[in-house]
């Protein structure tokens, strides 16, 4: 079982940056894929980053390429999301994502646990 809390949520003026933060209970984080995913109001959730679980492998959504970098720190059982250049419609709730098997999976929505999110609001 893992359990995933995510923090670093909050508000931000556009062209500002953010950094999510994505916490892992367990001993097995090392062996997880770990990605984000995001849900604005009104919408259906989306990709934004995956990693893979020795971090060599990084995957994002076209629309934060460039702008966002997925990390992760396997010792301290913690994968991060830094989010530059944000912009309004980057406004949603953030749900950490976690996945036994390839990274690419987890791209393609097969999770094996979520965390609860945390929001990010961008204003303009």
């Known amino acids: 079982q893992v359990q995933l809390v995510e923090s670093g949520g909050g508000l931000v003026q556009a062209g500002g940056s953010l950094r999510l933060s994505c916490a892992a209970s367990?001993?097995?984080?090392?062996?997880?894929?770990m990605g984000w995913f995001r849900q604005a109001p009104g919408k259906e959730r989306e990709f934004v980053a995956a990693?893979?679980?020795?971090?060599?492998?990084?995957y994002y959504a076209d629309l934060v390429k460039g702008r966002f970098t997925i990390s992760r720190d396997n010792a301290k059982n913690t994968a991060y999301l830094q989010m530059n250049s944000l912009k309004p419609e980057d406004t949603a709730r953030y749900y950490c994502?976690?996945?036994?098997?390839?990274?690419?999976?987890?791209?393609?929505?097969?999770?094996?646990?979520w965390g609860l999110g945390t929001l990010v609001t961008v204003s303009s």
């Open positions: 994502a976690a996945r036994l098997s390839g990274a690419q999976g987890l791209m393609m929505g097969n999770i094996d646990y």
């Open positions: 367990g001993r097995t984080f090392s062996t997880y894929a």
């Open positions: 990693i893979s679980w020795s971090g060599g492998t990084t």
